[in-house]
């Protein structure tokens, strides 16, 4: 006798599968936390992480998800006799940098180049992969971020894909698990492959700069990269600027409102203990982080562009859809048509920014959007 | 009795109607020429234009249709008695430069400001806009780039409209057919308006600047426009900067093929009497200016992007389209899939940079783009 299974019961299954292989990933949602580079670069030191872990303890980022404390380059400090990497004199003991950050609740993430030198000429993990990955979870590393650079030294670019899974298979061989983070400014299309060597993020451009056009192509330019983001696995418009100063408040308030619609990684660059108000309001924003994190995982993309003015949407678990309206020119009205969302009829209409709903709207809303602004809603049947 | 007409009559009328003003217009395709600001600027005098006529009559511009001379800012004197504007210094007698450049077969351009200046603090036409019209006509002028400047001392932008409408019917006047170009740098969204006030061509953008940086985010940005331009009424993404030295040989390959994607006015903005023959080529390939200049009259559009490739196409008269593959990052393939296009089946391709038929292809074709780079093809069934 032959049992007969039907097909629904592999479809639950591989949901099922999928669904855990989401909550065993280290990123099941976009990571969020902050990383020394964009503000210290190679000037940091242990005691500015601490600072960093101390403010996003107790100025409410902690509760709002930004939970990672990233040391980014400039850490290191050689080899011992065994080979062990060692950090140099601005940090001293890296497990108790990682101790620290745990006891407030947070976690903790470090920085290395698979070349013979960082970025920045200090050590990388070039034919020490296992080894460095044993020290990062001795030491209690929850995230690393690994930048290509010096590697094109050593390997063509061709086996960068073999360079980067061999990481990840040193990280998964510690048992702990390791945000694995890809940094190699979209070389070789890295979103293609990203996630089959294990990447949970990736670098999709070159480096931010804190500058509106900068930022401004790196995230209009994320359109049709959507399809390769998912649950545990990002597109990484690179960290954002919000607090550094290179960008007035609107321009700040599109960076916040296009990373969170491209469901891409929030790791605040500022100095988190000399912030203003209204910078800390843009990170702090609860409904709009939400959009962020939300548990559909999907990527947003541009609806419509008329010259400056574009429209990009995310559709959210709920089935709503966070709607960003955006003018990379001056001030005008900016429209979206509800049919390009899929809605028809009556539909409600929600401020993000403002916590407000706005009522309920025919066919189409319109928003007065500032130069170089965003106006961000959620809309809803 | 009554007599009935057909409703193919009135159709037939309407497209009569249609082509007719097509082509009484001073742009029935997009204007093409020279202009003296992107190397030039304020140093400009009537000689670097005398010798710019003698270049484009003898080094194949003139055959390939670059006919308009135009003398952007600079060239003004102030007003004498009767208030009549005068040359400075650097240019003498217009009219005798006007008379130079025609007598090469060649069209006359000159530059104004609605406000009392104009960007570089020369005289403006305000409060003198007939008398300017009419001085333009006297020396035989044929094109009026007319730039925004220091109008927001004297009007609101509110009246940008009539402000505009105000020069056309100045110019209109004379009877002479003066191509008429807006020069306000996207504001108030003019590609909606520009028509109406009787541009022929209307800037979408601030100016250019001799960078990959800000020629792609302005050439690029131009997606959405498609709608506003036609026969006689173009938008301007702004001058072209081929041949003064900012950009490698792919990225200006990127910028013309861009250009004439959207059925750009193709205004050179180097110094034509010292140019390199590869910085030549990109200006004088004819299969491309003809894509710029197809009498369909349509503006290209972007057919897809994934992050960093793009893939543009502009429909052309005879049935074919043009089709660019961009890579804003590194060297890529890029695909299009012909479906994207409207073809199904087998489909012939051919290089309009190369010269050279490539085949015929079923479903999609891939070329490999250099960094910055750019492939323009033509298909067809």
Not at 65 to 75: P, R
Request: glycine fraction near 10%.
């Amino acid at each position: 006798m032959r049992i007969r299974i039907p097909a629904s019961f592999f479809m639950l299954l591989f949901v099922a599968i999928l669904s855990a292989q989401a909550q065993t990933s280290p990123a099941p949602t976009p990571p969020m936390g902050w990383n020394s580079w964009n503000h210290f670069a190679c000037k940091v030191t242990a005691a500015d992480v601490r600072g960093a872990a101390n403010a996003i303890a107790s100025n409410g980022m902690k509760e709002a998800g930004y939970i990672y404390v990233n040391v980014d380059d400039c850490w290191q400090g050689g080899r011992d006799e065994q080979g062990r990497i060692q950090p140099n004199k601005n940090f001293g003991d890296m497990k108790a940098l990682a101790d620290y950050v745990h006891s407030k609740g947070l976690k903790f993430g470090i920085y290395s180049s698979p070349g013979p030198e960082t970025c920045a000429g200090f050590t990388g993990s070039y034919q020490h992969e296992e080894q460095d990955a044993k020290a990062y979870a001795e030491w209690g590393v929850d995230y690393l971020k690994y930048d290509w650079c010096s590697a094109s030294q050593v390997y063509p670019v061709s086996q960068i894909r073999e360079v980067y899974k061999k990481m990840h298979d040193a990280l998964q061989k510690t048992g702990r698990p390791i945000v694995f983070s890809l940094c190699q400014y979209g070389w070789d299309l890295v979103w293609r492959w990203g996630k089959d060597v294990g990447g949970n993020l990736w670098r999709t451009t070159g480096d931010i700069q804190d500058r509106y056009d900068s930022m401004a192509t790196i995230g209009f330019g994320q359109a049709g990269l959507e399809p390769f983001a998912g649950a545990g696995h990002w597109n990484d418009p690179d960290m954002l600027e919000i607090g550094n100063g290179g960008m007035r408040h609107d321009e700040y308030i599109t960076h916040m409102t296009l990373w969170c619609l491209l469901a891409a990684p929030l790791l605040a660059g500022n100095d988190l203990t000399r912030v203003t108000p209204e910078d800390q309001a843009i990170l702090l924003n609860k409904e709009v982080i939400a959009v962020d994190q939300d548990p559909k995982s999907a990527q947003g993309h541009r609806v419509s562009a008329e010259g400056p003015l574009e429209v990009w949407a995310k559709p959210l678990a709920d089935g709503s859809v966070a709607v960003g309206l955006f003018s990379r020119g001056g001030a005008f009205p900016v429209k979206v048509n509800f049919k390009d969302l899929g809605f028809t009829g009556s539909v409600h209409v929600r401020d993000l920014w403002l916590h407000k709903d706005l009522g309920s709207f025919e066919g189409e809303f319109t928003a007065q959007v500032p130069r170089h602004g965003a106006v961000l809603v959620r809309v809803w049947k």
